[in-house]
């Protein structure tokens, strides 16, 4: 068996982006659709309508198979897009943050350029943020790439996409389509204009959608993270120190708008492919990089390892395909490639980390190498507090009950919840001695993955 494992390893090396297994005929076109911003949970099909309204999302999450577990590589906006279009994790390709690092794309090649190799055509549209240089086709492998800019524009982003879907052509399409909103509400924090358009001002607090849940700081937490909010906080980018209850909850009204209009833009797009006639071959995966804190534990934007930032929408949805909703754990960074480079046939090379969906997602039958998902992080967009100027690194684990995560700076550095009883994450049972089974399970599991995914970050660990 492992001679025969190991030439199939060969072989998926020598055959990568070079071939298929599939002719033109029967490979499925890919549209990829991405937010900024988004978290897994705000969406009306989760919410209800009373406050938001997403119908276009909705529909895609009523006829596909909506995975409720999800998590970004790294709740940041380029580690997170890294990871999705290298398959590959951010500690491997060196990338943490919003950094201006470009990748060698002969060591780590590009979902765009494996795709165009097996015989697609490629197209890309809207907010680039990807570690290649955009100019530089060969780095990248995306043919159709009209933007003008990196950050795209919402409002042009849908005709754009048209015309790459109403293009006739004898082989398929691999197409990127990649909004900036709701990432509008760090501008609106801000008290700056939005980029992509005003959404008015909101209402009376009494007249929004209530505080979340899990508004406030938890208990027993780290050194660490009182830190890094305090530092946030004191900073021109994050400026929600002062915010009163009501201001969060204008903040909340205010992020559903930009949820609202990106909905529109996405119904635009998916009425344009519609109307090509390839909806019926087209494999449509939506996502986000990451999520938004929405005034949870006091925090707005990304970077960190709770809930909202760091779990992702994530549907995939296809003619065929039994709609449900799935509780299975995804890594959004490792297991998109495999996936969508099982259905067109190309072979994954061994040394790629993530799962493929596509018997699950066909047959109902999960792989059964995932009991749990990582995600990492480098906070070094805070300021400073009381005198100091940490940039801590961290490594979360989520496993079928707990979540746990251990930064590399602070007193106390490990964190434990058990997202099962306390889904707000409000208790911090690192220290609880009834947890201790559980927290050294965790402990064991991230320990576990670090050793075979070649994590530097090992030296950190407590075993």
Not at 8 to 32: V, Y
Not at 166 to 184: A, C, E, G, Q, Y
Request: aromatic share 10%; proline share 7%; charged share 25%.
């Amino acid at each position: 068996m492992k001679i025969i494992k190991f030439s199939t390893a060969l072989l998926s090396i020598f055959f990568w982006g070079s071939t298929s297994l599939l002719s033109a005929q029967d490979k499925p076109n890919i549209l990829i659709i991405m937010t900024d911003e988004l978290s897994a949970e705000s969406m009306s099909f989760n919410l209800g309508n009373r406050y938001i309204n997403t119908p276009n999302l909705d529909q895609l999450a009523k006829t596909g198979v909506v995975f409720k577990n999800a998590y970004c590589a790294n709740p940041l906006c380029v580690p997170s897009r890294s990871s999705i279009f290298t398959g590959r994790y951010p500690h491997e390709v060196g990338i943490q943050s919003n950094d201006e690092k470009k990748l060698d794309p002969a060591t780590f090649p590009s979902l765009g350029s494996i795709f165009k190799n097996a015989g697609y055509e490629t197209g890309y549209v809207g907010k680039w943020h990807l570690p290649y240089e955009r100019k530089a086709q060969a780095t990248h492998g995306f043919d159709y790439l009209p933007n003008k800019t990196g950050n795209g524009d919402d409002s042009t982003s849908p005709k754009l996409a048209s015309d790459f879907l109403k293009t006739k052509r004898n082989n398929p399409f691999l197409l990127v389509v990649s909004f900036m909103n709701p990432h509008n509400i760090c501008q609106w924090a801000r008290g700056e204009k939005l980029p992509d358009g005003a959404i008015g001002n909101a209402p009376p607090a009494d007249q929004c959608p209530p505080l979340r849940p899990n508004a406030k700081p938890s208990a027993n937490e780290t050194d660490i993270m009182k830190f890094v909010r305090a530092s946030m906080q004191n900073s021109d980018a994050f400026p929600v120190g002062t915010f009163t209850e009501d201001k969060w909850r204008q903040y909340i009204w205010s992020y559903y708008r930009l949820i609202e209009k990106v909905d529109a833009e996405i119904g635009r797009v998916l009425q344009s492919l519609k109307e090509s006639g390839k909806d019926k071959n087209t494999i449509i995966v939506f996502t986000s990089d990451h999520g938004d804190m929405q005034g949870a534990h006091l925090w707005n934007q990304k970077t960190v390892f709770y809930e909202e930032a760091a779990k992702v929408p994530f549907i995939i949805n296809y003619q065929g395909v039994k709609p449900r909703q799935s509780t299975y754990l995804v890594q959004s960074g490792t297991d998109i490639l495999p996936t969508l480079s099982d259905f067109a046939g190309i072979p994954v090379p061994a040394r790629y980390p993530g799962n493929s969906l596509k018997q699950y997602l066909e047959k109902d039958i999960a792989p059964t190498n995932r009991d749990y998902v990582v995600v990492s992080d480098h906070i070094i967009q805070g300021v400073g507090a009381d005198g100091k100027d940490l940039k801590p690194e961290g490594r979360m684990l989520r496993n079928g009950q707990f979540k746990y995560w251990i930064y590399n700076e602070g007193e106390e550095k490990e964190t434990l919840y058990d997202l099962k009883n306390d889904p707000g994450e409000m208790v911090n049972l690192a220290n609880n001695p009834k947890y201790k089974v559980a927290l050294q399970t965790c402990r064991t599991q991230l320990m576990e993955w670090a050793t075979e995914n070649k994590d530097p970050y090992l030296k950190n660990l407590i075993k």
